[in-house]
């Protein structure tokens, strides 16, 4: 056990060393090549910051974890909104001013429902991954395109992300080092936590959407809180929902693609249910004044410790 522990705490320490290099070496590479600061901080701040998660549920996959995957996916979004935007909103009220978030926020409801009435079957398809995946190209399409129309001090804020003084070859580097730190973080953490989970006596699944979810996202509500205390809401805002998004269509969408995933009907009763709950506690937030209060995080933060002790309660 405490053996286990040491490896999935060694992984996740790599996969936030390498989901950071990744972004940076990205960043870097992008702006050499041509790519405006404005276009390639929004792909990174909407969806970059997801790339461990990716790489998680990539190993689970060929592994023949799917159903360690599948809550991983899931569960992800849940911490992404209960966990990381509550923290940050507790933390310093959230202005947010990135009105392309709200259509953004209306995909992710979308994709969520769509996946329930998919996973009534008990099976999500290879064609169903692969519209999951199609989806996501016309999202970015719709992004880049709506936010051009965005603030110029907005605009600027999410240039600033993607700002990088490296050269080509730093940057090569930089994204040579991130995937193997990628690889075996998600390696080490992939094959210690079913070891905890079941010390713990939680399924696969269990274990994927709290210990492996809630353990990759320490890192990135970290750098949530920090963002919040620098005003910068419209950045963890958009990791939030544009990283729920990527969960969804990507690293779910992308795993059924490339082989049928297995859906228990309790995930599709439960789960499923609770990530479209958290994401329409947003709606609310977005339409109104476009501010995130600390009363408003402090009940996401309720929330995901009611979720969190309903999935432990199931277990046992």
Not at 268 to 294: I, Q, W, Y
Request: hydrophobic content about 60%.
């Amino acid at each position: 056990m405490l053996h286990a522990i040491a490896f999935f705490l060694l992984g996740l320490i790599l996969l936030a060393l390498g989901g950071d290099s990744i972004v940076k070496g990205a960043s870097g590479l992008a702006r050499r090549l041509g790519a405006s600061p404005f276009v390639a901080g929004l792909l990174l701040v909407a969806f970059g910051t997801s790339l461990p998660e990716l790489a998680v549920n990539a190993r689970a996959l060929l592994t023949g974890s799917q159903a360690l995957a599948l809550g991983n996916a899931v569960g992800s979004n849940v911490v992404n909104i209960g966990l990381t935007l509550g923290a940050a909103a507790l933390t310093a009220p959230l202005l947010i001013r990135w009105r392309a978030l709200v259509p953004l926020l209306l995909c992710l409801l979308l994709a969520t429902a769509a996946l329930i009435v998919a996973g009534l079957d008990g099976v999500l398809g290879r064609i169903e991954g692969a519209v999951l995946l199609l989806v996501f190209v016309a999202v970015v399409v719709f992004a880049l395109m709506r936010t051009r129309a965005e603030k110029p001090e907005l605009q600027d804020a999410i240039a600033a992300f993607a700002r990088s003084e490296a050269g080509v070859g730093q940057n090569l580097i930089r994204i040579a080092i991130a995937i193997a730190l990628l690889y075996f973080g998600a390696r080490w953490v992939v094959e210690s936590a079913p070891v905890i989970g079941l010390a713990l006596g939680m399924e696969p699944l269990l274990t994927g959407l709290l210990v492996v979810a809630i353990g990759t996202a320490l890192p990135e509500v970290a750098a949530a809180v920090a963002a919040a205390r620098r005003g910068q809401g419209d950045l963890v805002a958009g990791h939030v929902i544009g990283s729920s998004v990527f969960n969804l269509l990507v690293v779910l969408g992308g795993m059924a693609a490339v082989r049928e995933i297995p859906v228990p009907a309790s995930f599709v009763r439960f789960e499923l249910p609770a990530a479209l709950l958290f994401a329409l506690m947003l709606v609310p937030m977005l339409r109104g004044d476009h501010r995130v209060s600390r009363t408003e995080g402090a009940v996401l933060l309720i929330a995901f410790g009611v979720w969190v002790a309903f999935e432990i309660a199931l277990t046992h």
